[in-house]
Structure formats: C-alpha cells, structure tokens
C-alpha cells in the first residue's frame, strides 16, 4: 500500500504536468477543447489525495494561501463586470481552484524534495525527448505543410514525424512536438536548469549530464526563443553563484558571464551570425499590443476586462497577445490584484533567497533553494515579454509550485529520502 507523502506526490506532478499536452501540436489542432479534460484528470488526481491533506500549517503557509485566495476572489469578482463574464469566470475557476490545491498538496507533503527531485527529472526527461526530436527533424525532415503550417516531417515506416516551423531557411525557427517554437524553449529552459541541480547533487553521471547537456542547449538554440536563451543564462548564472563554496568561485563564475555577455552581444546584435539574426527584429508586434493595453490600464487602473479575457476584450483585431504578464495582468484585474500577484511572487523569491544563503543548511537545501531562486527571479524577466503566468498552462501551475517549496518552512531534506527519488 502506498504511503501519504508517495500518494501526493503523484498527484502533484499529475496536476503540474498534465495541462503541458494542451500545448502539443496534434493535440491543439484536434478542434476539441480538452482544457475541461486535462481540468477533470488534475480533478480527480487531487480527489484521490484529498483525505492526505493536513489541515495544520505555519505562518508563511497561511499567509501563501490567503494571498492567492485574496487574489481568486479578485479575478471572480472581475468578471462580473467583464462583457465575457462566463468564460472570465470559468478561467478564474481553473487556474486559482488547481493552484490553491498545488499549495495544500505541498504543504501536506512530509518529504518536499522527493517530488521536487521528481519534477526535475521530467523536466530533464522531456526536455532530452523534444531537443532530440527537434534536432533530427532540423537536419532530416523535409519541408511541407500540415493544416495549414510549414513543417519539417520525416516518414518513419507507417509513421510520419513532424514538426512546425517558423522563419525563413536554412535557420528554421523548430517547435518540436508543440504548437511554437516559443513553448519549446519555456520547457527547455526548465529542463536545462534542472539538468543542473541534478548534477550538483550528483544524481546524473557526468557523461550522462554532458549528453543531455548538449542536447537541450542545441534545442533551445534551434528554437530561437530570444526570451528563453537569455532567461536560461540568467538562470545559469544566478544558480551557480549561489552554490559556489568560495569567493574566488563566485568571481570567476561573473568573469565568465561577462565573457559570454560580450560574445553573445557580439555575434547576436553587432555581427548577428545565421542562426542569431533573430536578435535584430525587435519586439515582433508586441510593443502594438503593449499600447493598446496600456491605454485601456489607463482608461481605468482599478476595474479590468475580466480575468483571462484581455485577448478577446482588446487584442483581438491585432491577432496577437499581450506578451507581458504585468501588463496583461493590471489589464485584466486591475492595479489592487496586481499588488496580491507581486506579493505571492516576492514570497516566494524572498523565502528561497534566504533558503540559499543560509550557511546552516546542507548542500542539498541550499542547493534546492538556489534553483527555486534562479527560477523564480529570472522569471521576472522572461515574464516581460511573456505571459505564461495567470493563465491556465503548466508553467502557472510549476510557477506556483516552486513558491509552495519556497515557503514551506521545514527542513526540506533527509538523506535517506534521496534514494528514493
């Protein structure tokens, strides 16, 4: 019979991870809305762990989850003054009522960093498994169309593999298994993070971190997903000062970025090299839709078009999103919900910051806490030109399962438990 902390565990990554197949390619070309499917397994993967959930939690739990209620009630109440009013409040259902039992799963989770080691290792796993699609489709498909896109298909026996394309030959921007090259590099730069932390704790070998290593690195290039590339470097960087033992470590790690600040400055904008020419095109249309948006915030900072709807209300002659989640956000629920979604994000930020510089912690939970750290801050400016948070998506739901660790407030490790991960 399974034990509590192996049930939940299940259902954490369960409901985390099954919403990433509405970002697959076959299955967004269905025609069928399967967010109520994907909503029904989260539902009954968080049935089956409902008796395991404590009802006892310390101060900066309580306070996690009053912030994030605070917040649900904010975006429900924004509907009611939206012109979508049932779809904003259906979106405020599926995004707040999963997240808020992400965070009552987590705290009731007697071995933290066992699911967290968990959620690392797909990550890695996936993002091997869609690096390597990626990169053989780039050097042997060959270029057609499905539906409507250009993609680049090989004919594997009675299987045909594909992926869709974008840009202009030879340096195709690639989407792996999903629906844009954008989505590949968000799952990308999560996997190549975790690759990381999993080699610091010596849970890869290291011919094994090198493949996998390597792999994703050449997927996210292929992807060209500009926001994701300088996301991971800053991920990278942010990560391996916090676990350096020294301060010679630390400064030679800055000396490092410096370098490769400067190389990459130099061969993406100054003299852009093939694959990098993309780095010279600018906002691609998003600073449109930034003024559209900024003007309705302004119109009215209080009252938005409704939880999830700014799209439909605003954008939806201009045929793209707002691509910033802070902007998105004051447009949806205005400026008082906006000051509960920073405050979540900060505790979050905050807790694992100071996680990672206390010296009275083990390698392990200093290191975890510098991964919830470079992960969580770096976010900040991804989600600039994003908006992958506040939405129902699997990086909403890992976003908030990041900051149930960092403000768990235990010890999150025990050797023994390691074995099992």
């Known amino acids: 019979m399974e034990n509590t902390s192996s049930i939940i565990s299940k ?197 094994k971190f090198t493949i996998f290593y390597v792999i994703q690195i050449a997927g996210l290039l292929l992807a060209q997903s500009r926001s994701a590339i300088i996301t991971s470097l800053i991920m990278i960087i942010i990560f391996s000062i916090l676990v350096s033992d020294n301060f010679i470590k630390r400064l030679r790690t800055l000396g490092v970025f410096f370098i490769l600040l400067i190389s990459m400055y130099f061969i993406m904008i100054i003299q852009p090299v093939g694959i990098f020419s993309r780095f010279q095109n600018g906002l691609s249309d998003r600073d449109e839709a930034w003024g559209i948006i900024i003007n309705k915030i302004l119109e009215n900072p209080f009252i938005g078009a409704g939880f999830g709807v700014s799209g439909e209300a605003y954008l939806n002659e201009l045929g793209i999103k707002a691509h910033n989640v802070f902007l998105n956000s004051l447009s949806e629920i205005g400026l008082i919900g906006v000051i509960f979604f920073v405050l979540i994000w900060a505790l979050g930020i905050v807790y694992s910051f100071l996680g990672a510089i206390n010296k009275s912690k083990n390698k392990i939970e200093r290191s975890t806490f510098a991964l919830l750290f470079s992960i969580l801050f770096s976010f900040v400016a991804h989600q600039m030109v994003e908006n992958k948070l506040l939405v129902y998506d699997f990086v909403m739901f890992f976003w908030i399962y990041l900051i149930s660790i960092s403000t768990h407030g235990v010890n999150l490790t025990k050797q023994k438990d390691l074995s099992k991960t």
């Open 11 to 207: 259902s954490i990554l369960i409901v985390i991870f099954i919403p990433l197949i509405l970002n697959i390619y076959f299955i967004d070309k269905i025609g069928i809305n399967f967010a109520y499917l994907v909503f029904a397994i989260q539902i009954a993967a968080i049935f089956f762990s409902l008796n395991k959930i404590k009802v006892r939690y310390k101060n900066r739990q309580v306070l996690t989850l009053f912030l994030i209620f605070i917040l649900f009630m904010i975006s429900a109440i924004s509907s009611l003054f939206s012109e979508f009013q049932l779809q904003s409040l259906k979106i405020s259902f599926l995004v707040f009522v999963t997240s808020i039992f992400i965070l009552l799963l987590s705290y009731s989770d007697s071995h933290p960093i066992n699911t967290l080691m968990k959620c690392m290792k797909f990550f890695v796993y996936i993002g091997v498994v869609f690096s390597t699609i990626a990169v053989i489709l780039f050097l042997f498909g060959n270029v057609t169309y499905v539906n409507g896109d250009t993609v680049q298909a090989l004919n594997l026996g009675p299987f045909r593999l594909y992926q869709v394309i974008m840009g202009m030959p030879p340096f195709y921007r690639v989407a792996s298994l999903t629906s844009n090259p954008n989505t590949l590099g968000i799952i990308l730069m999560m996997s190549q993070i975790a690759t990381l932390y999993l080699m610091r704790l010596k849970l890869l070998t290291r011919w």
